[in-house]
């Protein structure tokens, strides 16, 4: 267990949202988010896995002050994450910043390169004339760009290059994290380990703590040094990353594995193949989220709500059943 101080803190976050199916339909609620809690040393790499409609994104935007929690706390370095006014979201914004899924949605296209790396910095009036494009020009040369990029537009470059202008623009207010979700799931395979190695050089170069997000258990495997395993809001499993690849715990995260294992190897792994479709959060099932769904469900798994639970160290998982082997899970994802 890492005895670093946590940069980024939640305790119990939640998110609703209130909606309707047709016009005239009777309003329900969706619940995205329930009872998230993690630390996150400073430096380190807290990897998000689950698949889609898990809640990742959800929490990404709260982690990104880009929608208030309906409940919980979120604290950034030591303080509670306070958007009062347009000084303290300026500060916030300086700490944490984004790099998301499409380097071109993400990119305006209407801009040049150098001016939208230029465009956080200049907002924030922190340089301006030649210390500005100074500064584009390094930022540029550190994720492996010819300055002489900074004339196009997006257009121009390669998935690659647009994803290495969006983490050089994420860089130029010198932030203390990252919030990278899916930083890779739309580039091409054969460019994917390039980002992430560039992203873990930037990491040890200026000490950043990162949130990565992804459904690719390989990449959150590759990058991270815990993972909390999502699914409909709730975590499954979480903890240090060896421990929860090595010694799952929870159904879901092996089946995780094993989906993760088919895609690189067909060979059977002995775990439950997990059927495309996540539960609907407005239906929630009473006990168990993951109920419907896996191998091993008993009465009481239907009936009582699961919490989680310590295993060893910070490794905690929410089920009702201690499913650890003994000896390290046979699996072939890269860590």
């Known amino acids: 267990m890492s005895t670093t101080p946590a940069f980024l803190s939640a305790q119990d976050l939640h998110k609703t949202y209130r909606v309707r199916s047709g016009l005239f339909g009777a309003s329900r609620t969706l619940h995205a988010v329930s009872g998230v809690g993690f630390d996150i040393p400073a430096g380190n790499t807290f990897g998000l896995v689950g698949e889609s409609g898990s809640g990742k994104s959800t929490l990404a935007r709260l982690l990104l002050a880009a929608e208030p929690a309906t409940a919980g706390t979120l604290h950034i370095d030591g303080?509670?994450?306070?958007?009062?006014n347009t000084r303290a979201r300026k500060a916030f914004h300086r700490l944490i910043q984004p790099v998301l899924q499409d380097p071109y949605a993400s990119l305006n296209p209407m801009m040049r390169i150098g001016e939208i790396v230029a465009e956080p910095?200049?907002?924030h009036g922190l340089l301006q004339g030649k210390a500005l494009q100074a500064r584009v020009t390094s930022l540029l040369e550190s994720v492996g760009l010819m300055p002489d990029l900074a004339v196009r537009y997006p257009n121009q470059l390669s998935g690659g290059q647009r994803q290495r202008v969006a983490i050089a623009r994420a860089l130029g207010l010198s932030p203390r994290a990252l919030v990278l979700d899916e930083p890779v799931?739309?580039?091409?395979?054969?460019i994917q380990a390039q980002i992430l190695n560039l992203l873990k050089e930037i990491q040890r170069a200026q000490a950043l703590t990162y949130v990565l997000i992804s459904?690719?258990?390989a990449v959150v495997a590759y990058m991270s040094d815990q993972i909390g395993v999502l699914y409909l809001g709730e975590f499954m499993e979480i903890g240090p990353r060896d421990a929860v690849l090595r010694h799952p715990a929870h159904p879901y995260t092996r089946t995780l594995i094993a989906a993760?294992?088919?895609r690189v190897d067909a060979a059977a792994t002995g775990a439950l193949a997990a059927p495309?479709?996540?539960p609907s959060p407005v239906a929630l099932p009473a006990g168990c989220r993951y109920q419907a769904r896996c191998q091993h469900v008993t009465a009481r798994c239907r009936e009582e709500k699961p919490v989680l639970r310590g295993l060893a160290g910070t490794h905690r998982v929410a089920c009702h059943f201690d499913l650890t082997p003994n000896t390290p899970y046979p699996h072939k994802v890269h860590t």
């Open 121 to 123: 910095m200049r907002v």
């Open 215 to 217: 459904h690719d258990l």
């Open 79 to 84: 303080q509670p994450l306070s958007l009062r």
């Open 276 to 278: 495309t479709e996540i």
């Open 260 to 262: 993760s294992e088919t």
């Open 185 to 190: 799931s739309a580039l091409d395979v054969s």
